[in-house]
């Protein structure tokens, strides 16, 4: 359910890109020294953005040291240096929400998937311990987000609206701790719901024909009473559909986000808020056209190359 | 609130010129017009976001004006000319602040349900931020007596929530069934809108960079009407029944 919050990396200034992975190598370094280095697997763009959201609201900040990665030993490369609020508390988000999914797949998916997760899921739950110790909110919100999804999924009126609420929840939980001051957490309060709404409807339009083969639960196929095969005039009312409601909560985002005041970093989080979730919207939609990215229509038009990939 | 800086809060440097100052409190009035956040559980921080800007934007030309009076004579000749003609205008210290943006807050909820509304108990509890409250006494209604209004404030308590889908399915409904309520109108408005790739309301013209005018002038007046129009029709109302 990750990876769709991410900049349009073609629009990013050099030194806004490599703020990007600086930061993104921090959650990393983070996620390493705090819940051991295989937890570093789970990271992803989403809390990436969260981290970079949380440095920004922040006062004073922690700065930028050179380190060497393990993955890539040939290069220097530079991180945000650990500090002990935002970067850590990101880290435990990321493992939380990984082991609520890993859990979630091994009730819903095949005998060989879950097979798999079983396997991980010690590991994760190791982590996800210690996340809990650290930041006694986060088990109760991912405890609370995999039950409330539950049972919306069993409800057989479940609205489009009611269906998101339970990720929706969980998210806007966790953005509200990444600021003290009273204004912001309200502020990142609705900015979380809706962000964890984008998500999860992006999520869903992505995995829609997946979920109508495997018979998984998807609120657009109830929403518009679909079955195997898809036709394409039903695609593409759906997508027409979900467009507009990702653009509508997308909207709403922004409304909330221009209230934040933000420290730095105005320039990537504006890249990802107006132009990185529109672009994630093609990326998903031309993947299921089985285009390859940057076969699109717009970018082969395009008078820029393919330019650089996020990571 | 610890005082700031006002040349920070409009993003203009120290040595800015009046142009420049003006540009950035347009594009900051536009961003945090209430137009943009109407029915928004953030409004009051949109409402509070709007007063320090026109407080730093009033601080920042006092100071330039102080500035170029110290200057030599003849640039204060020209300054002062530019000066008046601005302020003759009505500027936007006159157009943004006391029309629009006075009366679109204070008018707000208060105004619609002292006019014989049958749900003035619930638009209080909205505004009171008591939505559960609001909710239960709206589903108590009969679905009989369930008319535009009714339809309108399920769809504002939605919008506040975060359940967009439900809120434009309500507001479209309000709107069939009182085609003429301007309130209902400009929600659904808004929405279509947004579903559209807009951000704010229609015609704020926030995040339109290509125009750096303000949002409803003469020019464009007409053409935000027909936006406006298409936006309806798309939706099953009409806005301009003639095209």
């Not at chain 1, 990185?276 to 190359?305: C, H």
Request: charged share 25%.
């Amino acid at each position: 359910m990750f990876g769709y919050i991410r900049p349009a990396v073609g629009q990013l200034k050099v030194c806004e890109y490599e703020t990007y992975r600086a930061v993104y190598c921090g959650i990393c370094h983070a996620l390493k020294e705090h819940f051991g280095t295989l937890s570093t697997l789970s990271l992803n763009y989403d809390f990436t953005f969260a981290a970079l959201l949380g440095l920004a609201l922040r006062p004073e900040f922690p700065g930028y040291e050179n380190f060497t990665c393990a993955a890539h030993p040939l290069h220097k490369r530079q991180r945000v240096r650990l500090e002990e609020e935002v970067l850590p508390y990101v880290g435990g988000c990321v493992v939380s929400m990984a082991h609520a999914k890993i859990a979630d797949n091994i009730s819903d998916s095949g005998f060989l998937k879950s097979s798999f997760c079983r396997l991980t899921l010690p590991l994760t739950a190791r982590a996800e311990k210690k996340a809990g110790g650290k930041f006694p909110a986060l088990p109760a919100l991912c405890e609370k987000m995999t039950e409330d999804q539950n049972r919306a999924e069993q409800d057989p009126s479940v609205s489009l609206d009611r269906s998101a609420e339970a990720s929706a929840a969980a998210l806007s939980g966790m953005m509200e701790a990444l600021s003290e001051d009273p204004m912001n957490k309200r502020i990142l309060k609705r900015f979380g719901y809706l962000l964890g709404r984008w998500i999860y409807f992006i999520d869903a339009l992505d995995d829609l024909e997946d979920d109508l083969k495997k018979e998984n639960f998807n609120p657009f196929i109830k929403r518009f009473q679909l079955s195997y095969p898809l036709s394409a005039e039903q695609k593409q009312e759906v997508r027409g559909y979900g467009r507009e409601l990702l653009n509508i909560t997308g909207a709403e985002m922004a409304a909330a986000y221009e209230l934040l005041e933000l420290k730095r970093f105005k320039g990537i989080l504006d890249n990802i808020v107006y132009l990185g979730l529109q672009q994630s919207i093609d990326r998903v939609f031309d993947r299921a056209d089985g285009k390859k990215p940057g076969e699109g229509t717009e970018a082969s038009q395009s008078e820029y190359p393919k330019g650089r990939k996020l990571l | 609130m610890p005082e700031k800086d006002p040349y920070q809060v409009l993003g203009v440097s120290r040595d800015a010129t009046e142009e420049q100052v003006k540009a950035a409190y347009r594009e900051l009035a536009k961003k945090y017009h209430p137009d943009n956040y109407a029915d928004s559980p953030l409004a009051d921080v949109a409402n509070e976001k709007m007063q320090e800007v026109n407080a730093a934007y009033d601080a920042v030309l006092k100071d330039l004006k102080n500035r170029s009076s110290d200057g030599s004579q003849g640039y204060q000749q020209s300054y002062q000319q530019g000066y008046g003609g601005y302020t003759n205008q009505g500027g936007y210290s006159g157009g943004y602040r006391q029309q629009q943006y006075r009366q679109s807050y204070s008018g707000g909820y208060g105004g619609f349900g002292a006019y014989g509304s049958s749900f003035s108990d619930v638009r209080r509890m909205i505004q009171q931020n008591r939505l559960v409250e609001a909710e239960e006494l709206l589903d108590g209604t009969p679905s009989t007596s369930r008319d535009g209004e009714w339809h309108f404030l399920k769809g504002t308590i939605c919008y506040q929530r975060g359940w967009l889908d439900d809120a434009r399915n309500h507001f479209s409904a309000a709107c069939q069934m009182s085609p003429g309520n301007p309130e209902y109108r400009a929600a659904l408005n808004r929405m279509s809108w947004q579903g559209q790739g807009g951000y704010g309301a229609p015609g704020s013209g926030y995040r339109q960079t290509s125009h750096p005018g303000s949002g409803m002038d003469a020019c464009n007046c007409c053409g935000n009407l027909l936006l406006a129009d298409c936006c309806c029709e798309c939706m099953g109302g009409d806005l301009i029944p003639c095209c």
